[in-house]
């Protein structure tokens, strides 16, 4: 079976398809394995514990973003880097962004609250309790070709989390962190929900972020872009109030 890897050589500053020839019916992982033991031992590409729970084998194929521990490859199927952040090299991207969202967006417990907690508050943030952070749904963002401010869906899916979790007692300084480049600035595309391996729905998440900022007294942006000029001048503006970008097709 031929697939086809996109490799970039950072030394040529040069991206290059390269197509290879394969066992079938493997994991996407296994045939990155066999094509580095195979063709060419410096194929790089990061994996660790092929069951899908780490997260770092995130990359795209024909356009998608996907664990390769637990997919399957086709004939002629492009495996490429995931996109939104800078390739080092081959299928590896640089994560430093990662840290800095979370930090951001105030995703981390805070200030302990002594409570007792029941069956259904650890069931109320299980779900995004399971996010591995494999960087599907920030790759499937369209908001960072606007914006690469935006904190995007995992840091927001994880701002849920800590605001839904009862030993949390400031709830409302992470609402706060959220409000610039955050919950109003997502168009609801929902491609971070179709991609994410552990079914986790961030599009979700951050209809609830915003529903809770107003709950709490914040404001909700999306209501000024609905109103004078930019609800007269169409839907267009839903995102951007100067018009121009929306990914929703409207």
């Not at 398809?17 to 063709?39: A, C, G, M, P, R």
């Not at 990061?46 to 996907?66: A, D, H, M, P, Y």
């Not at 939104?84 to 969202?101: F, P």
């Not at 399971?130 to 995007?152: A, R, T």
Request: charged share 30%.
């Amino acid at each position: 079976m031929n697939i086809k890897i996109k490799r970039f050589n950072s030394e040529q500053d040069i991206d290059e398809i390269v197509d290879y020839d394969i066992k079938d019916n493997k994991t996407i992982l296994e045939s990155l394995i066999e094509v580095k033991i195979k063709y060419d031992e410096s194929l790089a590409f990061r994996c660790g514990c092929r069951t899908g729970i780490c997260g770092s084998c995130s990359l795209r194929v024909n356009g998608v973003e996907k664990l390769a521990c637990k997919s399957k490859l086709n004939e002629n199927d492009l495996i490429e880097p995931i996109k939104n952040t800078k390739v080092i090299k081959d299928l590896i991207v640089d994560l430093e962004h990662e840290s800095k969202l979370l930090k951001k967006s105030n995703t981390f417990l805070n200030k302990l609250e002594e409570t007792t907690i029941s069956k259904e508050d650890e069931k109320l943030i299980d779900t995004q309790s399971n996010c591995i952070l494999c960087q599907s749904c920030f790759s499937s963002c369209p908001i960072y070709e606007v914006n690469d401010k935006f904190l995007g869906p995992y840091a927001l899916t994880r701002a849920l989390r800590y605001v839904d979790d009862k030993k949390e007692s400031h709830k409302v300084q992470t609402l706060e962190k959220i409000q610039d480049n955050g919950v109003w600035d997502c168009t609801l595309c929902g491609n971070c929900t179709m991609v994410c391996p552990q079914f986790i729905d961030p599009k979700t998440d951050i209809m609830n972020l915003r529903m809770k900022s107003v709950q709490n007294g914040f404001e909700d942006r999306s209501m000024q872009y609905m109103t004078g000029a930019g609800f007269a001048g169409g839907f267009d503006t839903g995102f951007d109030p100067t018009g121009g970008f929306n990914p929703n097709g409207f």
